[in-house]
């Protein structure tokens, strides 16, 4: 696991992680890339 996914064979940086609900159990991750 890094901090660089590659998308369409492109490795972006992860700039931002935003929990899904915000509060409570985090259920998934949103993932904010920089293009």
């Known amino acids: ?3 660089t996914p590659v998308i ?7 700039t931002n992680l935003t929990p899904i ?3 409570g159990t985090v259920m998934a991750w949103k993932a904010w890339c920089a293009a």
């Open 8 to 14: 369409d064979g492109a490795e972006r940086v992860t």
């Open 1 to 3: 696991m890094t901090d």
């Open 21 to 23: 609900p915000p509060t």
